[in-house]
């Protein structure tokens, strides 16, 4: 869903409201309400100093301590999903316009079309092919968190556009299904988090209780198709990275039959082993069959969808080429996993673009 163009404060971004909330930005929430203090003057509630201060400058720390408690960082992180949702009208924002395959980087070629709105849904999908053939190109699955780990999780919760940034990912999308011990209502950054299907990080291996299906790379980064069964543990030594999902929604360029015909943002990821060929693509509104008909439009052969809804979400990293870097979908909301790809610029010797 689109953002709104709506009045705000000229200090304050969207986004600068939306990451404070998440605790990503070392910044401060000025409440610019009613008074609220006894003495007729407005406190700072939200603030990661941990002291109360009023617009004369005084501070109030007995009040709030040193610190802001837990619960305080929570209703304050709360409060900003709530103002955040009040200029979004949804969950997650998009940007971007239709424009014709461009490559961003050597070997990762970025489209973007507008779907015609119809029963299935409609609007923006974002996608990327890249050649895994192309010098320099890497692929990226999220490790295990050893802190999570040890605390009987897997991961802790990431929003995309931190993802893109520490790991230097030319693109990412969001990954696999997952839970969270926070529940499946309010999610934060850093919360403990578990993949509901498999997945494979430079070797090592993170069993999830869903899927029967798996698209595998080797250290060649040639793609494959895996279902579950007898013979597939052997395989898996076999794999460097690799995604899980409940079923093979796409096989031989053909969508399964069935499916989710609710509107609803979607991520997708299919390959083209003949051509050693990854796509990578987001939605803004559609359903299953018809992103799944995308997916195969761009020349995948096999593939399935990873979480959707608010936990879709494409990132272009620093140094592209053709479009700037941005999150192009979503970013609204942290995730526990993500795919992704590492590839030179196109201005490096490396990465020459035609």
């Known amino acids: ?52 201060r009023s617009e004369t400058g005084a501070t109030n720390k007995d009040f709030l301590g040193s610190r802001l408690s837990f619960l305080q960082k929570r209703v304050c992180r709360f409060a900003a999903f709530v ?14 316009h239709p424009r014709q395959p461009v490559k961003i980087f050597a070997g990762v070629t970025y489209g973007c079309e507008r779907l015609a709105v119809t029963q299935e849904g409609g609007g923006l999908v974002h996608w990327v092919r890249v050649d895994l053939t192309a ?33 230097h990912l030319a693109v990412a999308v969001n990954g696999t299904y997952f839970t969270t011990a926070s529940g499946s209502w309010l999610r934060f950054s850093g919360d403990l988090g578990r993949s509901m299907q498999t997945l494979i990080s430079d070797h090592a291996i993170t069993y999830g209780p869903w899927g029967a299906s798996l698209l595998w790379f080797d250290a060649e980064l040639m793609p494959h198709v895996l279902r579950w069964g007898s013979a597939a543990e052997p395989i898996l030594t076999r ?65 399935f969808l990873l979480d959707g809804g608010g936990s879709s979400a494409m990132g272009i990293g620093q140094g592209s080429t053709g479009t700037p870097a941005a999150v192009l979908l979503g970013g609204g909301r942290p995730v526990a996993t993500y795919i992704g790809v590492r590839a030179p610029p196109c201005r490096n010797n490396v990465g020459l673009c035609d």
């Open 239 to 303: 794999a460097k990275w690799a995604v899980g999902a409940h079923e093979l929604q796409l096989h031989n360029g053909q969508v399964s039959a069935g499916g989710d015909f609710t509107a609803d943002a979607r991520t997708a990821i299919g390959i083209d082993q003949p051509r050693k060929l990854l796509f990578l693509a987001v939605a803004e509104r559609i359903s299953t069959p018809r992103m799944l008909r995308v997916l195969a439009n761009l020349g995948a052969r096999d593939g």
């Open 83 to 96: 103002v955040l949702g009040a200029f979004l009208h949804g969950d997650f924002w998009e940007q971007g």
């Open 135 to 167: 010098p320099g190109v890497e692929l990226y699955v999220t490790p295990l968190d050893p802190a999570a780990v040890a605390r009987g999780w897997q991961y802790r919760l990431r929003p995309i556009e931190d993802v893109v940034e520490r790991e």
């Open 1 to 52: 869903m689109r953002a709104r163009s709506r009045p705000y404060p000229s200090h304050l971004t969207l986004k600068s409201i939306a990451l404070a909330g998440l605790g990503l930005l070392e910044t401060k929430i000025h409440v610019m309400a009613a008074p609220i203090a006894p003495n007729g003057t407005n406190i700072v509630i939200c603030s990661h100093t941990g002291a109360e």
